[in-house]
Nanobody, 119 residues
Framework: QVQLVESGGGLVQAGGSLRLSCAAS????????MGWFRQAPGKERASVAT????????YYADSVKGRFTISSDNAKNTVFLQMNSLKPEDTAVYYC????????????WGQGTQVTVSS
């Protein structure tokens, strides 16, 4: 079964850091585009960071540039999102996803992990 499983969320004070992990299983995702998205209460899901598995062609939302970094570990088949200098407005459920090259859409999603930043 092909799946993505996120972990690493939690409660942190403003200014703190968290590292989210997205463990991929069922097949290798090396060479694929992977993305981190988030959805805050009452808001639509939005892209946070995306990149090719090898880190190429990275994209970051303006709101997280300079604070968040997407990376991967081939040996662990895992994608990470390092989040520094967290702000209360970063509070959301964070999801990782894999891009389907054929459709051009992110169509494989994890279950999400909650990140809460207190002021």
């Amino acid at each position: 079964q092909v799946q993505l499983v996120e972990s690493g969320g939690g409660l942190v004070q403003a200014g703190g850091s968290l590292r989210l992990s997205c463990a991929a299983s069922g097949r290798t995702f090396v060479g694929y585009y992977m993305g981190w998205f988030r959805q805050a209460p009452g808001k639509e899901r939005a892209s946070v960071a995306t990149a090719r598995w090898d880190g190429g062609n990275p994209y970051y939302a303006d709101s997280v540039k300079g604070r968040f970094t997407i990376s991967s570990d081939n040996a662990k088949n895992t994608v990470f999102l390092q989040m520094n200098s967290l702000k209360p407005e970063d509070t959301a459920v964070y999801y990782c996803a894999a891009l389907n090259d054929a459709s051009g859409e992110y169509d494989l999603w994890g279950q999400g992990t909650q990140v809460t930043v207190s002021s």
